[in-house]
């Protein structure tokens, strides 16, 4: 099989960056990304934009010819759009319609990054055929700039916004996503994976929680060995709890519309799912001791993403 310029065959890598203007009026995602198919004729890179206000989706294919990227920092050139952990500088035009602007971040705070645990992933990181890997660049981070979506101008400073990436060769078969970084009281953000993660011809419930609580990260995850209860799924609602020995988390997220974006599924851009920007998170934080489970946070989380995909069965969910 030939080798691509960029990239090995049928794989992706896409990056998610999510921001919310100073009035909450406003939430976009904009999602550029890189498929790799069998052969260049089958490759293509894209910027993929959500807007929550309107609840479009906007997909921008562009030849693969087009994609930069810089392998030691988070640096993507497609075209003349650039996105980088300073910022995003757009230039999109297809289909009678059209979004430009720059946005600059500041004060980024990552996920805690140390020898052992490289990245949100873990030691998972460093597993050979993962399908899926999963990072999170940014928790919470100030913007400043404007965005112009077919004429509608939105002035992104003073507002909040995350940064996530994936790559590998396509997304799980079925999973649950939730980001929100809009409390009542500022500096939390909180995120959750759980998905059916393939291994060694079978699978496994495998998620990614953290939670950004009073400048530090909490995190949750499989391979911190934190025990998570079975997700309750309806139309309008995903609950669950999550725990380790220190700490308690209690989740109620109420669903809204979403639109909806393309996936990757062998690293092309075939799949489909539903996503909203205007879903909300009901937090409920508690320490632990031997004695007693004291609250810490209480709060809901606005302009939350949220999406729930596939045979929820396979994480073990249960629908009511």
Request: charge should be neutral; proline fraction near 5%; charged fraction near 20%.
């Amino acid at each position: 099989m030939p080798q691509l310029k960029w990239g090995k065959p049928n794989q992706f890598e896409g990056w998610y960056f999510k921001q919310v203007d100073a009035t909450e009026e406003n939430a976009i995602a904009v999602i550029p990304g890189v498929s790799f198919g069998r052969n260049e004729a089958e490759s293509h890179c894209f910027v993929q934009v959500l807007d929550g206000r309107t609840r479009n989706a906007y997909y921008f294919p562009f030849p693969l010819e087009d994609f930069q990227s810089d392998k030691k920092h988070l640096r993507i050139s497609i075209r003349d759009n650039e996105f980088r952990m300073d910022g995003i500088d757009l230039h999109l035009k297809a289909n009678k319609h059209e979004i430009s602007g720059s946005l600059q971040f500041g004060e980024i705070i990552p996920w805690p990054v140390s020898r052992f645990t490289p990245g949100a992933m873990g030691p998972f990181r460093f597993i050979p055929g993962m399908q899926c890997l999963h990072g999170i660049l940014s928790f919470d981070h100030k913007l400043q700039g404007n965005v112009i979506i077919d004429n509608r101008g939105i002035n992104f400073s003073n507002g909040r916004g995350y940064i996530e990436k994936d790559w590998g060769r396509e997304f799980p078969s079925a999973w649950i996503w939730m980001q929100s970084n809009h409390f009542e009281e500022p500096g939390i953000s909180f995120t959750a994976s759980i998905a059916n993660i393939p291994w060694m011809k079978r699978s496994f419930t495998g998620f990614l929680i953290g939670l950004l609580y009073n400048g530090t990260v909490y995190r949750f995850t499989t391979y911190t060995r934190a025990k998570i209860s079975t997700p309750k799924v309806s139309e309008d609602a995903v609950t669950f709890t999550v725990q380790d020995k220190n700490s308690l988390i209690e989740v109620d997220a109420q669903r809204a519309h979403g639109a909806m974006l393309k996936s990757p599924e062998e690293g092309l851009m075939t799949g489909r799912i539903i996503e909203s920007l205007d879903s909300s998170i009901q937090l409920k934080y508690f320490t632990k001791d031997k004695n007693r489970t004291e609250l810490i946070f209480e709060g809901t989380g606005r302009n939350a993403g949220l999406e729930v995909v596939g045979n929820l069965s396979e994480i073990g969910a249960i629908q009511v």
